[in-house]
């Protein structure tokens, strides 16, 4: 192994410290808890390494291997190559916080030029460099409503994902906060808006809807919405799909105080569901509430434009016990990922991503609705991710799909019983129309089995 | 030495671009929701893209660039060969909802690595979950609470740690809804057992404790305060930021600690990314195991992985999905290439560098060092004997070895120490660079005062005014 260079000089090294051998370095841990060795195999060549990777790789199938349809919030999409190109760039990569900002202005104002962007795709005013993920954007919203209002209810549509749900609850804990959900509309899969009227009260410090919503569907009953929310005095999270952003309003046109979202669609891997990309962006009059960290425009000692970190004091590096959150590290890569996926784009390339999503949606949608035994489960308008009803246990219908080399959607009705045989399917602008008629046509064959 | 490129780089909304009409956005959407305005971004060519991004990143001191002996941070080397094998596309798209048979090879790897890490710990159950290690330490705690209310003894509210912990710690601590009890460190450096005895008690959910700690000292007494823990029926959680210490030495879980995390992205090398993404696997007791999150990941007798759901009493889950496998996949990589003995060799060297670096600084008298001599993989260096002669703060010192075109040390951490230099030279560092660097510390503190003071000056840009950041908040390019 050669990571390690001064094992060549150590003899040298321990005389300066005028010591006789290594384990005199370590007198300080009692005889009793000491081992000798660890219980792992010799360290390989990195040429080994390589060739036992690629067998235990080759047990996978990537997008590329197969023809896939799972969505459920993450989904392939095509990423140019100058993506990796910045992001391998080890200057940028091998750097962790910019503490030292006078060392780290090029990844200081990436994160900023993130930022802008951001707050321009989501309407907000302000945006952190990011959280975790999507869902832990999610729980920290829940968390800073209930800081801002000092109430201590939080409501979400029942039609968001489990694993949000279970996540929501465990950070709700902490604080003590009751999350209450709301149910949806068996026709349109929109949120039933007289259950929120009859849930919201004086104690809802918040209320989170999705859009477009885990089944897919555009909620557009969004001014009604916004203003129950905002007669109540509670807070208003939008939940977003970033790809869905150059077609749709932002939400802070509608009257969002705080926008969460997963943004590894944007530039970043599906990678197995990890790294992952928290979008958080908010209202200015809510940014020392925000957690995470935020970088800053100022100037040095000459006058000139100089970036550095800012609002330290809500972090847990200066504020310990009463920091807004616990995050330190965060995705600072993915977020580069972002932002020079985003500039790739332009604004006229994020509307034809986000309109040949839309339209790849609607053509897929139409052409299973055709077919006989599937139909689109609910009538509200959606974007690239959709419901079906079949008439066999989806799960049955995957396994034949895989043996004809295509991955189908997500069945529902562990989730959700009452979606008895029905599948969420996703596209993208990876997908062409021989794709889909391949996938209809599979559909068909399989279904009659 | 590092030398930072030096350029104006405008904001991306800054460049010249040629003017394009503006689209009309119509779609078939809903009124309500179709977007009217055209997003205002930018539209450049790729050219101006990678220029740009390229400047700016010959304007970013990586761990590539030179040494960057972050205390507490261990910024080591990143193998190239992981960050290669983990671009691998049969890795890279994999959707973690496809068929259980076309995903074996990142299961295996997750199962390996949850036991690789279980031997290096001394634990009997890892979870691959957390994102970081501050989100180990809330998933700690959520398995703290768990297993006190199953023992009835839900009435245990508190947490206690030394002052001499991360700032994650107890952030994590009230962010999982405890209450903190911040106990004074003793003359050494270390944990103050009576202090600790008159502070446990029934109303104790759990003791936090870094081991080797942020003053880089070994608690020796490690086994003593595990048995006083344990009396007063709380658990005893580890900070593994320090692990990169004791590697192959000794294990947190023989110590007694009952949960454990570790940062993938320190000690096993995987890349911090500019601030992420990294890694903080969990790891625990068999007591504590049925409420790790879900799913787990099981390997039936025919050799097939599976996921596990089937936990009732498990605490859910504290992100999507099964962590951040990019990062567990490096880290995987590299243990395989280290072995057990590359490993031990790791600590070993690491404490050695250490040791050297603050012998040669404190030979020479300039600097100071508060409490016990021996330290693990780093030390901590007070500045207060330069202040008061020199008037040079421990601020001046980082900012002017950015001249000498070193990384600085983590300043100002841990609190007991005054005008704190936190300093943790990895092992993957040279003997040359560790020179190096001393000199220019012995070299800076005989400097005229006024020199380090007005540094730096060979960085891309020079000392960055942060309080006027924070007074005059311009926070996106809308309000430049």
């Given at each position: 192994?050669?990571?390690?260079?001064?094992?060549?000089?150590?003899?040298?090294?321990?005389?300066?410290?005028?010591?006789?051998?290594?384990?005199?370095?370590?007198?300080?841990?009692?005889?009793?808890?000491?081992?000798?060795?660890?219980?792992?195999?010799?360290?390989?060549?990195?040429?080994?390494?390589?060739?036992?990777?690629?067998?235990?790789?080759?047990?996978?199938?990537?997008?590329?291997?197969?023809?896939?349809?799972?969505?459920?919030?993450?989904?392939?999409?095509?990423?140019?190559?100058?993506?990796?190109?910045?992001?391998?760039?080890?200057?940028?990569?091998?750097?962790?916080?910019?503490?030292?900002?006078?060392?780290?202005?090029?990844?200081?104002q990436a994160?900023f030029e993130y930022q802008s962007m951001?707050a321009e795709i989501?309407?907000?005013?302000?945006?952190?460099?990011?959280?975790?993920?999507?869902?832990?954007?999610?729980?920290?919203?829940?968390?800073?409503?209930?800081?801002?209002?000092?109430?201590?209810?939080?409501?979400?549509?029942?039609?968001?994902?489990?694993?949000?749900?279970?996540?929501?609850?465990?950070?709700?804990?902490?604080?003590?906060?009751?999350?209450?959900?709301?149910?949806?509309?068996?026709?349109?899969?929109?949120?039933?808006?007289?259950?929120?009227?009859?849930?919201?009260?004086?104690?809802?410090?918040?209320?989170?809807?999705?859009?477009?919503?885990?089944?897919?569907?555009?909620?557009?009953?969004?001014?009604?919405?916004?203003?129950?929310?905002?007669?109540?005095?509670?807070?208003?999270?939008?939940?977003?799909?970033?790809?869905?952003?150059?077609?749709?309003?932002?939400?802070?046109?509608?009257?969002?105080?705080?926008?969460?979202?997963?943004?590894?669609?944007?530039?970043?891997?599906?990678?197995?569901?990890?790294?992952?990309?928290?979008?958080?962006?908010?209202?200015?009059?809510?940014?020392?509430?925000?957690?995470?960290?935020?970088?800053?425009i100022?100037?040095?000692?000459?006058?000139?434009?100089?970036?550095?970190?800012?609002?330290?004091?809500?972090?847990?590096?200066?504020?310990?016990?009463?920091?807004?959150?616990?995050?330190?590290?965060?995705?600072?890569?993915?977020?580069?990922?972002?932002v020079?996926?985003i500039s790739?784009?332009g604004s006229?390339?994020?509307?034809?991503?986000?309109?040949?999503?839309?339209?790849?949606?609607?053509?897929?949608?139409?052409?299973?609705?055709?077919?006989?035994?599937?139909?689109?489960?609910?009538?509200?308008?959606?974007?690239?991710?959709?419901?079906?009803?079949?008439?066999?246990?989806?799960?049955?219908?995957?396994?034949?799909?895989?043996?004809?080399?295509?991955?189908?959607?997500?069945?529902?009705?562990?989730?959700?019983?009452?979606?008895?045989?029905?599948?969420?399917?996703?596209?993208?602008?990876?997908?062409?129309?021989?794709?889909?008629?391949?996938?209809?046509?599979?559909?068909?064959?399989?279904?009659?089995? | 030495?590092?030398?930072?490129?030096?350029?104006?780089e405008p904001l991306l909304n800054e460049l010249v671009i040629?003017k394009?009409?503006?689209?009309?956005?119509?779609?078939?959407?809903?009124?309500?929701?179709?977007?009217?305005?055209?997003i205002d971004i930018p539209d450049l060519?790729?050219?101006q893209i990678?220029?740009h991004?390229?400047?700016?990143?010959?304007?970013?001191?990586?761990?590539?660039?030179?040494?960057?002996?972050?205390?507490?941070?261990?910024?080591?080397?990143?193998?190239?060969?992981?960050?290669?094998?983990?671009?691998?596309?049969?890795?890279?798209?994999?959707?973690?909802?496809?068929?259980?048979?076309?995903?074996?090879?990142?299961?295996?790897?997750?199962?390996?690595?949850?036991?690789?890490?279980?031997?290096?710990?001394?634990?009997?159950?890892?979870?691959?979950?957390?994102?970081?290690?501050?989100?180990?330490?809330?998933?700690?705690?959520?398995?703290?609470?768990?297993?006190?209310?199953?023992?009835?003894?839900?009435?245990?509210?508190?947490?206690?740690?030394?002052?001499?912990?991360?700032?994650?710690?107890?952030?994590?601590?009230?962010?999982?809804?405890?209450?903190?009890?911040?106990?004074?460190?003793?003359?050494?450096?270390?944990?103050?057992?009576?202090?600790?005895?008159?502070?446990?008690?029934?109303?104790?959910?759990?003791?936090?404790?870094?081991?080797?700690?942020?003053?880089?000292?070994?608690?020796?007494?490690?086994?003593?305060?595990?048995?006083?823990?344990?009396?007063?029926?709380?658990?005893?959680?580890?900070?593994?930021?320090?692990?990169?210490?004791?590697?192959?030495?000794?294990?947190?879980?023989?110590?007694?600690?009952?949960?454990?995390?570790?940062?993938?992205?320190?000690?096993?090398?995987?890349?911090?990314?500019?601030?992420?993404?990294?890694?903080?696997?969990?790891?625990?007791?068999?007591?504590?195991?049925?409420?790790?999150?879900?799913?787990?990941?099981?390997?039936?007798?025919?050799?097939?992985?599976?996921?596990?759901?089937?936990?009732?009493?498990?605490?859910?889950?504290?992100?999507?999905?099964?962590?951040?496998?990019?990062?567990?996949?490096?880290?995987?990589?590299?243990?395989?290439?280290?072995?057990?003995?590359?490993?031990?060799?790791?600590?070993?060297?690491?404490?050695?560098?250490?040791?050297?670096?603050?012998?040669?600084?404190?030979?020479?008298?300039?600097?100071?060092?508060?409490?016990?001599?021996?330290?693990?993989?780093?030390?901590?260096?007070?500045?207060?004997?330069?202040?008061?002669?020199?008037?040079?703060?421990?601020?001046?010192?980082?900012?002017?070895?950015?001249?000498?075109?070193?990384?600085?040390?983590?300043?100002?951490?841990?609190?007991?120490?005054?005008?704190?230099?936190?300093?943790?030279?990895?092992?993957?560092?040279?003997?040359?660079?560790?020179?190096?660097?001393?000199?220019?510390?012995?070299?800076?503190?005989?400097?005229?005062?006024?020199?380090?003071?007005?540094?730096?000056?060979?960085?891309?840009?020079?000392?960055?005014?942060?309080?006027?950041?924070?007074?005059?908040?311009v926070?996106t390019w809308k309000k430049v």
């Amino acid at each position: 192994m050669n990571f390690i260079p001064n094992s060549s000089v150590k003899p040298l090294m321990l005389k300066t410290l005028r010591l006789d051998k290594i384990e005199d370095l370590f007198l300080d841990i009692p005889q009793k808890i000491k081992i000798k060795n660890l219980n792992l195999s010799d360290g390989l060549s990195q040429q080994d390494t390589e060739k036992k990777l690629r067998k235990i790789a080759a047990k996978n199938k990537s997008y590329n291997d197969f023809l896939s349809f799972l969505g459920g919030g993450i989904k392939p999409h095509y990423i140019p190559a100058v993506v990796k190109s910045i992001t391998s760039r080890s200057e940028f990569y091998t750097a962790y916080t910019p503490y030292q900002s006078e060392a780290s202005q090029g990844f200081l104002q990436a994160m900023f030029e993130y930022q802008s962007m951001i707050a321009e795709i989501t309407g907000m005013d302000v945006a952190n460099c990011s959280l975790y993920d999507g869902i832990t954007s999610l729980s920290e919203a829940a968390l800073m409503c209930t800081r801002i209002t000092k109430k201590k209810t939080f409501i979400i549509p029942c039609n968001i994902s489990w694993e949000k749900k279970v996540v929501l609850t465990n950070y709700a804990k902490g604080p003590g906060i009751k999350i209450k959900e709301i149910s949806y509309n068996d026709k349109t899969g929109k949120i039933d808006i007289d259950d929120l009227n009859k849930k919201i009260d004086d104690d809802t410090a918040g209320v989170y809807l999705e859009n477009p919503n885990f089944f897919g569907i555009f909620e557009d009953d969004i001014n009604k919405i916004n203003k129950i929310v905002k007669d109540a005095g509670s807070i208003f999270v939008v939940g977003i799909d970033p790809v869905s952003l150059g077609i749709t309003k932002s939400p802070g046109e509608y009257g969002a105080d705080i926008v969460i979202g997963e943004g590894r669609a944007l530039g970043n891997q599906m990678n197995f569901g990890g790294s992952s990309l928290g979008i958080f962006a908010c209202k200015n009059e809510f940014l020392r509430q925000m957690p995470g960290r935020i970088i800053g425009i100022t100037t040095d000692s000459d006058g000139k434009r100089a970036f550095c970190m800012t609002l330290q004091t809500r972090e847990q590096h200066i504020r310990r016990a009463k920091a807004t959150s616990n995050i330190c590290t965060n995705e600072g890569l993915c977020a580069l990922a972002a932002v020079v996926y985003i500039s790739w784009l332009g604004s006229e390339g994020f509307f034809n991503l986000s309109k040949t999503n839309f339209e790849n949606g609607q053509k897929l949608a139409k052409l299973i609705d055709s077919l006989s035994g599937f139909k689109l489960r609910f009538n509200g308008t959606h974007f690239n991710e959709f419901v079906v009803e079949g008439s066999i246990d989806p799960k049955k219908l995957n396994k034949r799909l895989l043996q004809k080399e295509i991955q189908g959607g997500i069945s529902l009705d562990d989730f959700y019983p009452e979606l008895k045989n029905c599948m969420l399917i996703g596209t993208s602008e990876i997908h062409s129309d021989e794709d889909f008629e391949r996938f209809a046509s599979t559909l068909k064959e399989v279904s009659n089995v | 030495m590092y030398k930072s490129a030096t350029y104006d780089e405008p904001l991306l909304n800054e460049l010249v671009i040629s003017k394009k009409e503006k689209k009309n956005l119509y779609t078939k959407l809903p009124d309500s929701l179709q977007r009217k305005k055209n997003i205002d971004i930018p539209d450049l060519d790729e050219t101006q893209i990678v220029r740009h991004f390229h400047r700016l990143s010959q304007m970013n001191y990586g761990i590539d660039s030179g040494i960057y002996p972050l205390g507490s941070c261990t910024m080591k080397y990143n193998p190239k060969i992981c960050e290669e094998i983990a671009s691998w596309e049969r890795f890279t798209g994999t959707h973690p909802c496809q068929d259980i048979s076309t995903i074996q090879g990142n299961l295996q790897i997750m199962f390996e690595l949850e036991r690789m890490l279980c031997e290096i710990t001394g634990m009997d159950y890892f979870s691959l979950q957390p994102a970081a290690g501050a989100h180990g330490e809330f998933l700690g705690m959520m398995l703290t609470r768990a297993y006190h209310e199953d023992r009835n003894e839900g009435f245990r509210d508190e947490v206690i740690l030394p002052d001499t912990s991360h700032g994650t710690n107890p952030a994590s601590v009230t962010v999982a809804g405890y209450k903190l009890i911040e106990i004074p460190s003793n003359k050494d450096g270390t944990v103050d057992l009576d202090v600790l005895k008159n502070t446990l008690s029934e109303k104790t959910a759990c003791f936090m404790l870094t081991n080797p700690n942020t003053l880089g000292i070994f608690e020796s007494d490690i086994l003593k305060i595990s048995k006083m823990v344990h009396d007063a029926g709380a658990l005893l959680y580890y900070d593994g930021a320090n692990i990169n210490a004791i590697m192959g030495k000794a294990r947190p879980g023989d110590m007694g600690f009952d949960i454990v995390h570790l940062n993938l992205h320190k000690t096993f090398a995987t890349p911090h990314g500019g601030g992420g993404p990294g890694g903080g696997p969990v790891g625990v007791k068999i007591k504590l195991e049925k409420f790790l999150p879900i799913p787990r990941i099981g390997k039936t007798k025919e050799g097939k992985y599976i996921f596990d759901y089937d936990a009732p009493e498990s605490i859910g889950k504290i992100r999507a999905y099964y962590g951040n496998f990019s990062v567990l996949l490096k880290a995987y990589i590299y243990i395989l290439m280290m072995g057990g003995n590359g490993l031990r060799e790791a600590s070993e060297i690491a404490v050695l560098n250490s040791n050297y670096m603050k012998k040669k600084i404190l030979d020479s008298n300039l600097y100071e060092m508060p409490f016990k001599e021996l330290r693990k993989h780093e030390f901590v260096l007070s500045c207060e004997k330069l202040k008061q002669e020199k008037g040079i703060r421990a601020m001046d010192i980082a900012k002017r070895l950015l001249d000498y075109g070193f990384h600085p040390p983590t300043i100002y951490f841990p609190l007991i120490v005054k005008e704190a230099l936190m300093i943790e030279p990895p092992e993957t560092e040279s003997k040359e660079d560790l020179d190096r660097y001393v000199d220019a510390l012995i070299k800076i503190a005989k400097e005229n005062p006024e020199i380090v003071k007005a540094s730096p000056n060979n960085t891309s840009v020079k000392r960055v005014d942060e309080v006027n950041a924070s007074k005059n908040l311009v926070l996106t390019w809308k309000k430049v």
